[in-house]
C-alpha cells in the first residue's frame, strides 16, 4: 500500500474505530449453477398436469442482480382459476377427505424428502429468481421450507390430539397468495398446513418470483399427490383478485403488503371464506443500557439487512438506550462497512440484489425522503455491481416519530435510529405505529423483557436474538400487520373449522 493510501486510510480510521475497507478482501466463492436447468417456459400446475394457460399469456422473470430473463411463466387468468378451483374442489371431495389422515400425512412426509434431496437446485433457483444471498436461500429459506412440511405433516393423523375436546374437520379449498421476499418458504407456510388439516389447494406466487413455487410443482407431481390436490398458478395481481372472489373457495391465506390485505379484506367480507392475513411491519428493536452491545449490534445487523431488508417483520426502527446510543451508532456503522454487497450467489455476500426494479425504485424514494426531512444518514462505502439492483446498508439518525421513515413500511436495508430515556418512553414510541407485527428487546435483565412483552403491541418478540423462526412457533401480527397465525398449532387451526 502507497504512503499516500495509508494516510487517506489513517484518516477515514479516524473517523471509526477500524478500517475494514481495505486488506480484508475475500476471493470470489460463488455457488456452481451447473447442476440447474430451468425450462425456457413454465405452464400451469392444475389437476396433476402442466397445462397452457387458457389466457395464452406468458410473461418474463428476470434475475435482478443481472437482469437478464430466466424464463417465461404463464398468466393464469380468470378461467384458469375456475379450472384450479374445480380440480381443488373435485380432488377435495372425491379422493383428499376420502384418504386417512395417516396416508395424507405420508404425501407431506414425501413432499418434504423430495424437496431436501433438491434442495441445492431450489437454492440456486430462489437466489437467481429473488436476488437474495446463497447463504440464505441455502442455509434458512430451504430447510425451513422443508421443516414446515415435515412438521405439518406429524400432525396430519394427529388433530384430535391438537385441539383435545373439539370436533375439528378440514375447510375445503384454501386459496393462497404469496409475496415475492421469501418465496418458497411462503409457499412451504401455506401449503403444507392447509394439506395436513385435509384441504386442497390453490397456490399464486408473486410475479417477480415464480420459479421455485414451479419447482415445488414438480417436486409435488413427482411425490404421486393425488391430482388436484395442490394447484399452482402463476400470474400477476389479477390472478390473485381471481383466487380471492372464486366463490366455490373457503379459505383465503394472504401475505403481502396491506393495501392489497385492505382490497382482499372487503372482497371477502360477507361471503363466509376464512382469513388470515400476513401484512407489512415497522418492527422496534430496543437497545437498553445494559444490553451485550456487540451481541445487539449483530442483532441490529441481522434484524434489518437479512434478505436485503424484504422481510415483514424486519427490525427496521431501532430505539437505543441514550447512554450507549453514541457508542451502538459507532459500531452499528463500523459493521455496516465490513458488510459484503454484490453477487447473490458468492457465498461470502451478505446483502444481495434488490428484489425488482420497482422495489429498488420504492427504496431511493424512502431515502430521498429521509434527507428530505432532515435526518442524518449513513450509508456503508462499498462498491456496487454496474448491472443489477443494489442498494448499500443506510442507516438515519435524528429521526423524529413522526418521521414518514419511521412510520411507514420501506421494505429495504434501510434502518432508522432513535433514542430514548425512559422505558415507558420507549414502549410509547414502539407502539406508535400502525403496524404490530414483531419486535426485539435487547437487555440484560429477564424481568424488564417479561415487562416489555406484556406492553409492546406486536405478534412477536425476540428477546435478545432476532429474525428467528420456526415451524412450531405461530408468526402473525395486530393491527395494520394483518390477523391470523402462521406456524405451530395456530397455524394448523387456521384451516380447520374446530367445534365443541
Ligand atoms: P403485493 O401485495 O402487491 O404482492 C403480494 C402478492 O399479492 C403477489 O403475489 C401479487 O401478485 C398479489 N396481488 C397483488 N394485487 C392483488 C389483488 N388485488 N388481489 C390478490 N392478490 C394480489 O406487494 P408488492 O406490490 O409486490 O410490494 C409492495 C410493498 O408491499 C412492498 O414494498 C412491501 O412494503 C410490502 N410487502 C410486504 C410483504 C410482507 O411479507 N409482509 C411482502 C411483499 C410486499
Ligand atoms: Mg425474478
Request: glycine share 8%; charged share 25%.
Amino acid at each position: 500500500m502507497s504512503k499516500h493510501k495509508n494516510k487517506e486510510k489513517a484518516a477515514e480510521q479516524s473517523k471509526h474505530d477500524f478500517d475494514f475497507n481495505g486488506g480484508w478482501d475475500y476471493s470470489p466463492s460463488p455457488e456452481s449453477i451447473g447442476h440447474v436447468k430451468l425450462k425456457e417456459r413454465y405452464d400451469l400446475y392444475i389437476d396433476g398436469k402442466f397445462v397452457k394457460p387458457n389466457s395464452g399469456k406468458y410473461f418474463q422473470t428476470t434475475n435482478p442482480a443481472t437482469e437478464k430473463v430466466l424464463a417465461e411463466v404463464a398468466h393464469a387468468n380468470e378461467s384458469d382459476v375456475d379450472k384450479a378451483v374445480k380440480a381443488a374442489r373435485k380432488a377435495y371431495e372425491n379422493v383428499w377427505s376420502k384418504l386417512s389422515a395417516k396416508e395424507r400425512g405420508k404425501y407431506i412426509y414425501r413432499i418434504a424428502r423430495l424437496m431436501q434431496e433438491k434442495a441445492r437446485e431450489l437454492a440456486v433457483v430462489e437466489t437467481l429468481d429473488a436476488g437474495k444471498t446463497i447463504r440464505e436461500s441455502r442455509d434458512v429459506d430451504v430447510p425451513l421450507a422443508c421443516n414446515h412440511f415435515f412438521y405439518y405433516a406429524g400432525w396430519a393423523d394427529k388433530l384430535e390430539y391438537a385441539f383435545p375436546n373439539r370436533t375439528v374437520s378440514a375447510l375445503g379449498v384454501a386459496g393462497q397468495i404469496i409475496p415475492w421476499n421469501f418465496p418458497l418458504l411462503m409457499g412451504a407456510w401455506k401449503i403444507a398446513p392447509a394439506l395436513a388439516a385435509g384441504n386442497t389447494v390453490v397456490l399464486k406466487p408473486a410475479e417477480t418470483t415464480p420459479l421455485t413455487a414451479m419447482l415445488l410443482a414438480e417436486i409435488i407431481h413427482e411425490s404421486g399427490l393425488p391430482a388436484g390436490v395442490v394447484n399452482i398458478l402463476t400470474g400477476y395481481g389479477d390472478t390473485g383478485a381471481a383466487i380471492v372472489n372464486h366463490p366455490d373457495i373457503n379459505k383465503i391465506a394472504f401475505t403481502g403488503s396491506t393495501n392489497v390485505g385492505k382490497i382482499i379484506q372487503k372482497a371477502v367480507a360477507g361471503t363466509g371464506k376464512k382469513l388470515t392475513l400476513e401484512l407489512g411491519g415497522k418492527s422496534a428493536n430496543i437497545v437498553f443500557e445494559d444490553a451485550a452491545i456487540d451481541q445487539a449490534v449483530e442483532g441490529i445487523v441481522n434484524g434489518i439487512f437479512f434478505n436485503q431488508g424484504h422481510v415483514c417483520c424486519a427490525g427496521s426502527r431501532l430505539f437505543v438506550q441514550e447512554s450507549v446510543a453514541d457508542e451502538v451508532i459507532r459500531k452499528l456503522k463500523d459493521r455496516l462497512d465490513t458488510l459484503y454487497v454484490g453477487d447473490p450467489l458468492d457465498k461470502n455476500t451478505d446483502i444481495g440484489a434488490i428484489n425488482s426494479k420497482e422495489q429498488f425504485e420504492t427504496i431511493q424514494k424512502y431515502i430521498q425522503i429521509g434527507k428530505d426531512e432532515g435526518a442524518s444518514m449513513y450509508e456503508s462505502t462499498c462498491q456496487l455491481p454496474e448491472n443489477g439492483f443494489f442498494v448499500r446498508p443506510t442507516l438515519f439518525t435524528d429521526v423524529a416519530q413522526s418521521s414518514r421513515i419511521a412510520q411507514e413500511e420501506i421494505f429495504g436495508p434501510v434502518l432508522t435510529i432513535q433514542t430514548f430515556r425512559t422505558i415507558d418512553e420507549v414502549i410509547q414510541k414502539a407502539n406508535n405505529s400502525p403496524y404490530g407485527l414483531a419486535a426485539g428487546v435487547w437487555t440484560d435483565k429477564g424481568s424488564r423483557i417479561f415487562n416489555l412483552t406484556t406492553k409492546l403491541r406486536a405478534g412477536v418478540i425476540w428477546a435478545n436474538t432476532y429474525n428467528k423462526f420456526d415451524p412450531t412457533s405461530p408468526f402473525g401480527g395486530y393491527k395494520e400487520s394483518g390477523f391470523g397465525r402462521e406456524g405451530g398449532l395456530q397455524g394448523l387451526g387456521a384451516y380447520l373449522k374446530i367445534e365443541r
